[in-house]
């Protein structure tokens, strides 16, 4: 298994895979595969192995996408062993179905109800820098009070086409504000899940930008190197949380919290 791993490693250094594709698959390996598998030669293990140990997954409530995954990273070690002729042929895998979850959508009168009500909120006391006093557990704690970031990570994260992953890690240096027969920003943001062209983004987008911008040049908190969104929080892990705190917050206050798939 370390041997397969050493060789996924070598696929990141040439840059055939992405660093958080290749954590996510060692983590797997050596959290679940190793304890579960790891005590039986690799030529001894069958079929009825594999799915035993898909079923605990199963058990545990893990998504059907997520054990395809759980799959896809044993596969590495097996196709080592089959190219060093450690074993002769493959077991059977366990056929997994994925069945997927419809994401919830908001109208267009859902997402100006959203706007409008993060921008009431961020309006109920001065917005300031988060402090020791507001953690809890390490992680930052909500306010009845919403960053006043949010009304414009609602808007930019519409026009921009992006994904939660993407917007916290978005810093002013990936910015480029375009001004040519059309307006719009180019996003050139660090690779994500092996997506590496530019985001093009509605024009939108870019008064949004420009507005956060100044209020981040006003705190002190434009540099290039600074995020976009909660730049005062280094790690962008606990940004995230954060964010997506607020975010529920205002789904419950606006009453957007289910929507009609529930």
Do not use: C
């Amino acid at each position: 298994m370390e041997r397969a791993i050493d060789q996924e490693r070598d696929r990141l250094l040439r840059g055939e895979l992405t660093k958080g594709t290749f954590q996510n698959h060692v983590s797997r390996l050596r959290q679940y595969w190793l304890p579960i598998l790891g005590k039986k030669p690799i030529q001894d293990i069958r079929h009825g192995d594999i799915a035993q140990a898909v079923g605990i997954l199963s058990r545990r409530g893990v998504s059907t996408i997520s054990i395809s995954q759980y799959l896809q990273s044993l596969r590495w070690v097996f196709r080592l062993a089959y190219a060093e002729e450690i074993i002769t042929h493959f077991p059977a895998f366990p056929r997994i179905k994925n069945m997927s979850t419809p994401r919830g959508g908001f109208t267009v009168a859902e997402y100006r109800m959203l706007t409008k009500t993060a921008r009431k909120l961020s309006n109920i006391a001065d917005h300031k820098l988060p402090t020791h006093r507001d953690r809890a557990g390490g992680i930052y704690t909500r306010t009845s009070s919403i960053p006043r970031e949010m009304v414009w990570l609602i808007g930019f994260m519409v026009n921009g086409f992006m994904r939660p992953s993407d917007i916290i890690q978005i810093q002013h240096k990936h910015v480029q504000v375009i001004r040519s027969d059309r307006v719009y920003l180019r996003l050139a943001l660090p690779e994500t899940k092996r997506h590496k062209a530019p985001i093009v983004t509605m024009r939108p987008a870019v008064r949004i930008y420009e507005i956060l911008l100044q209020h981040m040049t006003r705190i002190g908190k434009a540099t290039s190197d600074d995020y976009l969104f909660l730049p005062e929080i280094k790690n962008r892990k606990t940004a995230g949380v954060l964010l997506a705190s607020h975010f529920k917050y205002l789904l419950e206050v606006t009453g957007l919290r289910h929507g009609q798939l529930g």
